[in-house]
């Protein structure tokens, strides 16, 4: 994880885009201690907590399907874009961060 300043900017490092293939999820864990799933959906790159708000599951180690998340421990779903929680037994939003592509690199706002 890097912290890259651009003016006024302050954004982290995630990652490479080509460390993510389309259509599938990354956990990045950063200095601060929080761990992010990272998606690439068809070239667009999201990122959310990474801990499911349902109990303790890695998200990244859910499967993409479309644009959402299926958790792996009890199935429940999320929308990549939105958080939202869109399948029981999920009931509470997951949090989203602002993603944008710099270069080669996926930076979110520090
Ligand atoms: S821990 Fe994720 S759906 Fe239960």
Excluded: W
């Amino acid at each position: 994880m890097a912290i890259q300043e651009t003016g006024d900017l302050v954004t982290i490092r995630l990652c490479a885009t080509r460390d993510i293939p389309a259509g599938e999820v990354i956990r990045v864990d950063l200095d601060d201690g929080r761990a992010l799933a990272v998606y690439n959906l068809d070239g667009e790159f999201f990122a959310t907590d990474d801990l499911c708000t349902h109990g303790d599951a890695s998200l990244a180690e859910g499967e993409v399907d479309g644009g959402k998340i299926l958790c792996p421990f009890h199935m429940g779903s999320f929308d990549i874009r939105t958080g939202e929680a869109i399948g029981a037994p999920c009931s509470i939003a997951v949090r989203t961060y602002c993603v944008s592509v710099a270069g080669d690199d996926v930076v979110i706002d520090a």
